[in-house]
């Protein structure tokens, strides 16, 4: 597929998302380590261009399901900070006033129906989404967003053949972080353990439009989530977009760890970059290459980019606040919002 | 009010829900089951065509389909067909449907049903003859609703299809058959609202599907013994009605439960502990369950008649609760 260079607008448009959610992410993992949560949890520090750059081509009525490193995604699609802080938090004033918690956070009213913390189940339930939305004849999208160890749950590959023989406008969007994770043998996370030398043979068995592409190219993602989005608003059915990042070294085994912290200085200063996790840093890194590359096409001075950094940093800081300041909920409402 | 089978009611209810809602669509058409009355949903086919999916043999993608497409704002009725394949939906139903609007603080709906035909069907054995009803009522969040004649089973799948939560439709093959009196127009019947099927003094009997069949039949035949037996239906598990019981309890002090999921953990075990817990000083004798033992089911005939909750099993345990030689737990508080 060929990628034309993003304009102006949408650049900064997906930088300012891709701040948010890792300026987000960096105030969770302070806020647990601070003992404010207690519960195991994912961040989403090194995918922030494949989010960003999808929900950037996603309109307000599109809906979306994800899976367990889901704050990203939220945050990018424009959920309060305080509000999705709140809720990692368990406090009344969440998003989901402390039923759900970062394994299940969402925001329906973003079109945002769901985090599913069981591994595949939200692939299923944006095929169902999708199914919705062909019932009701609109023209909007839904996507799911997973990581690669999906596609080892037999749900997945159900959902693709439904989705491909009802030509559902569904938009699977498979965030391949397995490179550079550690394996169980390192004492690491599990990794995808898979027969298949390419999970895009999958989808493609049931004759589903498949792209890969670099995670942490926003051009790249933007155009593949912006082509399917075009399929499935044109009835041609489902898209799989597998997009690959490197797995940002803090992803150590069972809680997240400060492995890294972010200086944007460091986009255009690769003198400051140190610390054992500099070759990630220097190439790996999706905000500090997205930083670099709107600086060097001329979209924004560094100064703006840094006023920009500043700006979320504040925000992020204000929501964290917020929830922290929230009050729990009361224990007499355990029992309410079971049913409608 | 004319006659009407069960199966033509079911048809009823959903041709209804079609034509008024557009949202409203079936995935999975074999609502009826195998046997004979199956023809009945080709006017749906025809009527419909184009609000009916048939999807392929994957209970967890359309379990977890209907769950994503409730929350998209559409009324999906998911049909499971014999509901031992709905464990292999498990997870959607369990972890997704049940769970999400609790999950979401409220602001979710999962306007879901989930349709399947539970029990003992003659030669279903091991695989085809589940009887779900206790497990899922032990998922919070879930409506779970057993029909038995042709009127509620009409009125109740109105009440489901309208309601925004997820609901198990849960029928029973060998209730297709059956003729009642069942209204030309448009009604609903209640979730939590259970029915007096037959009013009696003396024993409380409580049923909920196809047999409630066998309740009717034992109370009838109780009649020469000079025992009159009050069938209680509640309907629906998820709500329960509590009340329409334990009053029942009250008149009769005495509690008989036929049901068909397995003894442990089951639909009667549920309804004793309910009892013995809001109702203990109402009972002159024993609570008596008379269920499926705890074995899978077998195939051959005279071992699956073995394990059925029948008419005969129920008034052999009337007579037991009602023989004045046994002792009386305690004085009654009429």
Redesign the interface.
């Known amino acids: 597929m060929k990628v034309s260079p993003l304009d102006r607008k949408t650049s900064l448009s997906i930088f300012d998302r891709m701040l948010m959610m890792r300026y987000f992410e960096e105030a969770v993992l302070r806020l647990h380590q601070e003992r404010q949560f207690a519960s195991h949890f994912h961040l989403y520090i090194g995918q922030e261009a494949t989010g960003a750059a999808v929900l950037e081509a996603l309109g307000d009525k599109d ?1 979306i ?1 994800t899976t367990h490193r889901n704050h990203g995604h939220l945050i990018g699609r424009g959920s309060d900070p305080g509000q999705t802080m709140a809720e990692i938090l368990g406090r009344s004033s ?7 918690g970062t394994l ?1 956070a ?4 973003r079109g945002f ?2 985090t ?1 913390a ?1 591994v595949g ?1 939200c692939a ?10 062909k ?3 609109e023209s909007n999208v ?1 996507v799911g967003f997973f990581g690669d160890g999906s596609l080892e749950e ?2 997945v590959i ?2 693709f ?2 989705a491909a ?2 030509k559902l406008p569904v938009i699977y969007v498979c965030e391949n972080n397995s490179a550079g994770a550690m394996g169980p043998q390192q004492g690491g996370y599990p990794t995808a353990i898979t027969a298949t030398d390419s999970f895009t043979r999958l989808p493609a068995a049931y004759g589903i439009h498949c792209v890969k592409v670099d995670g942490a190219d926003i051009a790249a993602v933007y155009a593949a989530a912006t082509e399917a989005t075009q399929r499935c608003r044109a009835g041609q059915g489902p898209a799989f977009i597998e997009a690959f990042t490197v797995r940002w070294p803090g992803s150590s085994p069972l809680w997240p760890e400060p492995a890294t912290v972010t200086d944007l200085n460091e986009a255009w200063d690769p003198a400051r970059l140190k610390g054992p996790h500099v070759a990630w840093l220097r190439d790996h890194d999706p905000l500090l290459r997205t930083a670099r590359d709107i600086v060097a096409h001329g979209y924004v001075s560094q100064d703006e980019v840094m006023a920009h950094d500043k700006d979320a940093r504040a925000r992020v800081e204000a929501g964290a606040a917020f929830a922290i300041e929230s009050p729990m909920p009361l224990s007499e409402t355990a029992h ?5 | 009010m004319r006659k009407m089978s069960y199966a033509g009611a079911i048809v009823e209810a959903l041709r209804t829900s079609l034509s008024e809602d ?2 409203f ?1 079936l ?1 999975g058409s074999y609502v009826l089951g195998l046997g004979p009355k199956r023809i009945l949903m080709d006017s749906i086919r025809t009527e419909f065509p184009d ?1 009916l ?1 048939d ?2 043999t ?1 209970e ?15 009324r ?1 009725f998911v049909d499971i067909g014999t509901a031992s394949f709905s464990y292999v939906g498990w ?2 139903m369990v ?2 449907a049940a769970v ?10 999962v ?1 879901v049903v989930y349709h399947m035909l539970h029990g003992l069907r003659g030669g279903g054995a091991g695989q085809h003859s589940g009887s779900p009803q206790a497990m899922l009522w032990n998922a ?2 879930l ?1 779970i609703v057993l029909p038995s004649s042709p009127y509620d089973v009409k009125g109740l799948m109105r009440s489901a299809i309208k ?3 997820p609901t198990i439709f849960i029928n029973h093959a060998r209730l297709m058959d059956i003729e009642g009196d069942v209204p030309v127009e448009d009604y609903t019947v209640p979730f939590g609202r259970a029915d007096i099927k037959r009013a009696g003094r003396d024993v409380t009997l409580v049923a909920t599907s196809f047999v409630v069949h066998a309740a009717m039949s034992a109370a009838e035949q109780l009649v020469a013994d000079g025992i009159e037996v009050e069938v209680v239906d509640p309907r629906t598990l998820v709500p329960l009605d509590h009340k329409t019981i334990l009053d029942s309890v009250y008149r009769t002090g005495r509690l008989v439960i036929i049901d068909e999921a397995p003894l442990s953990c089951g639909v009667a075990s549920e309804i004793s502990a309910i009892i013995a817990e809001e109702g203990f000083e109402y009972l002159r004798s024993p609570v008596v369950r008379v269920t499926r033992p705890d074995i899978p089911v077998p195939f051959s005939k005279p071992l699956e008649d073995a394990i059925t909750p029948t008419a005969d099993k129920v008034i052999a345990a009337v007579r037991r609760i009602m023989d004045p030689r046994l002792k009386k737990s305690a004085p009654r508080l009429s």
Request: proline letters at 9%.
């Open positions: 809906l399901c969440g998003l989901n006033r402390g039923r759900g299940h969402s925001d329906p009213s129906l769901s599913s069981i189940g299923g339930l944006a095929t169902g989404a999708a199914f919705g939305i019932t009701k004849r839904a037999g749900l159900e959902s053949n439904i023989l009802w309410e919002h079971v049913f409608a | 557009p949202t669509s995935v609000r999916y999807p392929p994957s967890a993608a359309i379990v977890s389909i209907g769950a994503g497409a409730a929350m998209a704002g559409a999906p997870s959607p972890n997704e999400a609007r609790y999950m979401s603080g409220g602001s979710l709906r306007p919070p969040g409506e309601s925004d939560n």
